[in-house]
């Protein structure tokens, strides 16, 4: 069972999916994918899918989790290999709202074949402080 936070997350993803009114079948197998990592059941992917979000506020998060849920963003956003205004611009409304310079979307667009450890490190410059 997936806590609230998680459910959060997953929620915002499927809302970057459907950003461009065209939520792909590759995005969804993304979130999928994403949400049985996170611990989500197969009901609890269904109402994410029926149901996102009104608000893309989050609780608190630790840097190491605002880096995994940045990275698990642009794996939505690359899914159907075609990345939109509208993704692109709500990317990184998400990064400025977990405290990272939008110029971490376009780096990790291009950087999407890196390792997540090799990735972590990377995005501390990122980071506003």
Do not use: W
């Amino acid at each position: 069972m997936l806590d609230f936070q998680k459910k959060k997350q997953l929620s915002i993803m499927v809302k970057i999916a459907m950003v461009d009114e065209d939520f792909a079948d590759e995005e969804k197998a993304v979130i999928k994918k994403i949400s049985k990592r996170y611990g989500a059941s197969d009901q609890e992917i269904e109402d994410i899918f029926n149901s996102p979000p009104t608000s893309e506020s989050l609780t608190p998060m630790t840097v190491n989790d605002k880096m995994d849920f940045m990275m698990d963003c642009i794996l939505v956003v690359l899914a159907d290999q075609v990345v939109t205004s509208s993704e692109d611009y709500f990317a990184k409304h998400i990064a400025t709202s977990l405290g990272f310079k939008t110029e971490v979307v376009p780096f990790l667009i291009e950087h999407k074949d890196a390792s997540r450890e090799e990735m972590k490190e990377s995005l501390i410059p990122f980071l506003v402080r």
